[in-house]
Nanobody, 120 residues
Framework: QVQLAESGGGLVQSGGSLRLSCAASEVGFTINVMAWYREAPGKQPDLVAGISTGGVTKYADSVKGRFTISRDNARDTAYLQMNRLQPEDTGIYYC??????????????WGQGTQVTVSS
């Protein structure tokens, strides 16, 4: 069974930092994109950051310059370094994987989510 092991969420004050990790295993296909989505209360999950096997990144406008996504292809692991966090960054962060490069396609698998809460 596919497993996306997420870690690194927590409670942090505005201006602080967190680093999320996601390790994929038993995937059964070649991962193209690993991406982090955020589910804010009452909303559908939105893309925060994604990275392809070739290192091409995509960021939501709201996190550009503050968040950095990286990836270790050999270990099927993605990271999201989140700096200068703000309350609007609060939400459940889900690690996702996709066999396609198109972010409009449904994600093949979703992690269980890790809570990030930023207090003001």
């Amino acid at each position: 069974q596919v497993q996306l092991a997420e870690s690194g969420g927590g409670l942090v004050q505005s201006g602080g930092s967190l680093r999320l990790s996601c390790a994929a295993s038993e995937v059964g296909f070649t991962i193209n994109v690993m991406a982090w989505y955020r589910e804010a209360p009452g909303k559908q999950p939105d893309l925060v950051a994604g990275i392809s096997t070739g290192g091409v990144t995509k960021y939501a406008d709201s996190v550009k310059g503050r968040f950095t996504i990286s990836r270790d292809n050999a270990r099927d692991t993605a990271y999201l370094q989140m700096n200068r966090l703000q309350p609007e960054d609060t939400g459940i962060y889900y690690c996702t994987i996709s066999r396609y490069s198109d972010y409009t396609m449904p994600r093949d698998h979703w992690g269980q989510g890790t809570q990030v809460t930023v207090s003001s």
